[in-house]
């Protein structure tokens, strides 16, 4: 049973992904957050892992909010940098050797599976601390879906974030951009569809790659409710890219 980072743009499927992880036994970092109407079955998220992520964006991400006291106010804990956008050629984060000591804390929980799209950009200063047999595996799905849902998530958590449909694929393509071009070529890496969750197509190559059994009934078709948005040339590019790596048919 492999230890595993998951991966992927928020409102991408990572949830569903690290929820069908859940019952074969993993530390997924503690203080997980509670199900809500945007997640219903749960977020499968650690509020400890997600503080060191957002503490090692914060030189390179500044706050996105219009408002001073929001941005004061939400400063002590994570909160909006799943949202960041950071080019190809941003300096690699760095992390303190109070953050190293928060790392490797939780990394000592093994087998452990931590899933956060802050991980697009923060996967180099967890890097030398991962056990060698660490898997990797990156969820996306249609950008157009993806961005409809970064939008409404935006709305209804962050009013005053005025984040446009152009910022939100610019959102989508650096995360991707990230793990396509900075991350990949390094370690052992597993492409998934969000809709080969639903179709169960990927369980097997899941199970194999993780060394578990996954709950193949956790993926649920009901919650697939956002409609696509169109999406831009250069978006569907890195999407084609993707699927070719996950073998999904376009």
């Given at each position: 049973?492999r230890?595993?980072?998951?991966?992927?743009?928020?409102?991408?499927g990572?949830?569903?992904l690290?929820?069908?992880?859940?019952?074969?036994?993993?530390?997924m970092?503690?203080?997980?957050?509670?199900?809500?109407?945007?997640?219903?079955?749960?977020f499968?998220?650690s509020l400890?892992?997600?503080a060191?992520n957002?503490?090692?964006?914060?030189?390179?991400?500044?706050?996105?909010?219009t408002q001073?006291?929001?941005?004061?106010w939400?400063?002590g804990?994570?909160?909006?940098r799943w949202?960041a956008?950071?080019?190809?050629?941003?300096p690699?984060?760095?992390?303190?050797?109070?953050?190293?000591?928060?790392?490797?804390?939780?990394l000592?929980?093994?087998?452990?599976?931590?899933k956060d799209?802050?991980?697009?950009?923060?996967?180099?200063?967890?890097?030398?601390?991962?056990?060698?047999?660490?898997?990797?595996?990156?969820?996306?799905?249609?950008?157009?879906?993806?961005v409809?849902?970064?939008?409404k998530e935006?709305r209804?958590?962050?009013?005053d974030?005025?984040?446009?449909?152009k910022?939100?694929?610019?959102?989508?393509?650096?995360?991707?951009?990230?793990?396509?071009?900075n991350h990949?070529?390094?370690?052992?890496?597993?492409f998934?569809?969000?809709?080969q969750?639903?179709?169960?197509?990927?369980?097997?190559?899941i199970?194999?790659?993780?060394?578990?059994?996954?709950?193949?009934r956790?993926?649920?078709a009901?919650?697939?409710?956002?409609?696509?948005?169109p999406?831009p040339?250069?978006?569907?590019?890195?999407?084609?890219?993707?699927?070719?790596l996950?073998?999904?048919?376009?």
């Open positions: 049973m230890n595993c980072l998951i991966l992927g743009c928020g409102r991408s990572t949830s569903m690290a929820g069908s992880l859940a019952s074969a036994g993993y530390y970092g503690g203080k997980l957050y509670p199900a809500r109407k945007a997640n219903p079955k749960g499968f998220e400890p892992i997600n060191i957002e503490r090692l964006l914060r030189p390179l991400a500044p706050s996105r909010s001073l006291f929001m941005r004061i939400r400063a804990f994570p909160s909006e949202l956008n950071l080019p190809l050629d941003a690699q984060v760095s992390a303190s050797s109070r953050i190293i000591r928060r790392i490797r804390h939780h000592r929980q093994r087998p452990f599976a931590f799209p802050r991980f697009c950009y923060t996967l180099p200063a967890w890097r030398p601390h991962l056990p060698r047999d660490t898997a990797f595996l990156c969820i996306f799905r249609e950008p157009g879906r993806t409809a849902s970064i939008l935006c209804t958590l962050y009013p974030i005025p984040l446009t449909e910022e939100a694929y610019g959102v989508w393509m650096a995360m991707y951009g990230h793990v396509l071009q990949r070529h390094e370690g052992d890496w597993l998934v569809h969000y809709d969750m639903l179709d169960g197509s990927a369980h097997a190559r199970e194999k790659h993780l060394g578990t059994r996954i709950d193949h956790f993926p649920d009901s919650l697939k409710r956002a409609a696509a948005l999406a040339a250069c978006v569907i590019n890195t999407y084609r890219t993707l699927c070719r996950a073998h999904y048919p376009t």
